[in-house]
């Protein structure tokens, strides 16, 4: 079991910690409220509740899953469901589940009655090394992803690998992309230990608690100290500005781990081509991305001009400039905190997109 307080908080990370969920919640709790969606309840759920105690008051609310649900009216049915059963300032709200969950019940934590407590227990990889890390939380509107929601950190995290190790290869690739990103901003040996662990690492005992409590500290190193967004926490968006474009103009027919592994090799061109990044990096970056098993190109029938046009909906692009963050060499964290998003010309984002179109 490894504990990482670079947060401010307890990240607990091992085989069996959800033993440990006690610990994790306030002591003060008068009832715990664990939110869920119901597929990831239906698979997990009785494990959790056998470790809570008898004698605690326990709400249970779940919702259809996926990132449709992500909405408004789930925070607001998520509320309602609480209120009506009186829950009161004490409680704990309990995130069990992937990203949409924990982005949910924080947000939910964030605002009931002005503000409460929570805990989360991430069970997909993708949770576990990036979306329960850091305190955003939030709700997609029809204007677009996460623009209505908040930073409220969770006053403790608890990562059982278990939990993890009957993931689909799908939901292992959204986790894996995020774990690549850290690799690259901040820790060369950390892209070969993946590579040497390989995809199904997940469930592996050996590999799985060390390669996430890694990906934990980089991330901390980026967010820990900048919890608003305004400055070294942006280069956590490498890879993510052509990946949310490439999801936009695919209809969300790509999973964000696919989208973003091609936006990552296409930003690296846009950085060899500003002089921030090696091209002999960028090719061991891709190459690693490959034994992965994630793409390093753009699908067919997707050309570089539409995602230059998605990118417009996004709101990155502005008079043929183009707001992205870039790293300025590979595995160095303090150089890629500094000025973590530049400015390129679109015909950069063009050119780079190129070299990753079939
Ligand atoms: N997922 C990037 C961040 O938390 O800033």
């Known amino acids: 079991m490894l504990v990482i307080e670079d947060f401010g908080y307890k990240v607990i990370i091992g085989h069996g910690v959800l033993g440990k969920l006690v610990d994790a919640l306030n002591p ?10 119901e597929r990831v309840y239906s698979i997990h759920g009785q494990k959790l509740i056998s470790c809570l105690p008898e004698t605690m008051r326990v709400e249970k609310i779940t919702f259809p899953p996926g990132e449709a649900g992500k909405t408004r009216q789930t925070k607001e049915f998520i509320e309602d469901t609480m209120l009506g059963a009186g829950l009161d300032r004490d409680t704990n709200v309990l995130s069990f589940g992937g990203g949409v969950t924990s982005d949910l019940a924080g947000f939910v934590a964030g605002t009931y009655m002005r ?44 990562i059982d690998v278990d939990l993890l190790s009957t993931l689909p290869a799908g939901e292992v690739e959204n986790g894996l992309a995020e774990m690549v990103k850290h690799a690259v901003l901040a820790d060369r040996s950390y892209l070969s230990s993946l590579v040497r662990a390989g995809p199904m690492f997940t469930s592996d005992p050996v590999h799985s608690v060390d390669l996430i409590a890694e990906s934990v500290k980089i991330k901390a190193i980026f967010a820990a100290h900048d919890i608003h967004d305004h400055g070294t926490r942006r280069i956590l968006n490498f ?51 490959l034994n992965l098993g ?39 964290p303090y150089a890629n905190m500094e000025r973590p998003v530049v400015v390129v010309q679109e015909d950069t984002v063009l050119s780079a997109l190129e070299k990753v179109a079939k």
């Open 28 to 37: 003060g709790a008068s009832s715990v409220c664990i939110v869920a969606d």
């Open 115 to 158: 503000g409460i407590q929570w805990t989360s227990v991430p069970t997909s990889l993708l949770a576990a090394v990036d979306a329960s890390l850091g305190g955003k939380t939030g709700v997609d509107t029809k204007y677009g992803k996460n623009l209505v929601g908040m930073i409220h950190q969770p006053r403790a995290v608890l």
């Open 239 to 289: 890879g993510h500005t052509i990946g949310h474009a490439l999801e936009l103009a695919t209809g969300y027919g790509i999973s964000h781990g696919r989208a973003v592994s091609i936006g990552m090799c296409a930003e690296l061109w846009a950085a060899v081509i500003s002089g921030l990044f090696e091209s002999a990096d960028l090719e061991y970056v891709c190459q690693a991305l």
């Open 294 to 332: 994630l793409p390093v190109s753009l699908p067919k029938g997707v050309s570089p001009e539409e995602i230059l046009q998605a990118m417009t909906m996004d709101k990155k692009r502005a008079n043929g400039r183009i707001f992205i963050s870039l790293p300025r060499g590979m595995g160095k």
